[in-house]
C-alpha cells in the first residue's frame, strides 16, 4: 500500500531554518507519509505563501488536501495533544525522575550500594534544590503565579520573592547534613505554609490554577503534585530535626 502523501512549506532561509518546520517534517515521515518538502527561502516568498493561503505563520502541512497547520496543529490531527488542555505534569515528573536518578547515584558513590536510609534524604533535599533552582530562574515570573494562591505571600509581598531561595538553600544544607537547626525549621515552615494554601485553593475553594512549583511559566496544574511537594518538605524538616535532637 502506497504511503500517503503531505505537502510541507516551512522557512528555509541562510540566516534562518525554522525548527517546527523540521520537526514537523520528522513528525510526518515518523506517522509514514512521504513528505513533499517545499522550502521557503526568502522574506518575500514567506509574505507570499501567507497572503495566498491566507495564514500568519510558518509551517504550514497540506494533507489531501487540507490544511493541517502548523506544528501544533499537526500534533493534535496525529492525536498526540489535547487542543482543549494545555496542563502537564511532564516538568515536574521529569525534576522528581532526575532527583531520584541523582540520589540514587550519590548513595552508589558514597557507599557502594543502590538504597541505604540517607537516599530518601538525598532524594528529598535534591528535589527541593531542582525546584528552587526553577523558580531562580524567574524569581518576578514565580512570584506573580505563586500569590494565586498562597496564604502568607497574599498577606505579605515579599514571601514570593524569598520562597525560592529558602527552598534551595535548605535543600543545599540537608544535602550536605549542615545547619540542620536552619534547614529543618525552613522546610517544615516553608512546607505547612505551602501544603495549607494548596488544599484551601483546590480542595475548599475548588479553583482551577496552575502551580508555581516549577516556576513562573509552569503549564503544571495546582494540585496533588503541588501538596506533595509540600508534604515532603514537612516531612523532611520534621525527619532532620529529630535526627539532629536525638543524636
Known sequence: MAAQTARLYRMVMSEHLCPFGR????????????????HLTSRDEVDAFMAEHGVETTPQTFI????????????????????????????IIALFAVAALMALALTWLLSGTVLIPRTVEWFVAISMILLGL????????FSTMFLNYDLLA??????????PFAEAGAGVLMLAGVLTWI????????????AVSVFKAV??????????????????????????????????????????ILL
Open 23 to 38: 520537526k514537523s517534517k520528522f513528525l510526518l515521515e515518523r506517522k509514514g507519509y512521504d513528505v513533499e518538502d517545499h
Open 64 to 91: 489531501g488536501g487540507d490544511r493541517i497547520g502548523g506544528y501544533d496543529e499537526l500534533r493534535v490531527h496525529f492525536g498526540l495533544d489535547d487542543p482543549d488542555d494545555d496542563t502537564t505534569y511532564q516538568p
Open 134 to 141: 526553577q523558580k531562580l530562574k524567574d524569581v518576578e515570573g
Open 154 to 163: 497574599q498577606r505579605w509581598v515579599p514571601y514570593g520573592y524569598i520562597y
Open 183 to 194: 534547614s529543618a525549621p525552613v522546610a517544615l515552615f516553608i512546607g505547612l505554609v505551602g
Open 203 to 244: 480542595y475548599v475553594d475548588k479553583r482551577a490554577l496552575k502551580c508555581a512549583c516549577v516556576g513562573g511559566d509552569s503549564s503544571v496544574p495546582l494540585g496533588f503534585v503541588s501538596l506533595t511537594e509540600n508534604l515532603m518538605m514537612i516531612a523532611m524538616g520534621l525527619w532532620m530535626g529529630a535526627k539532629a
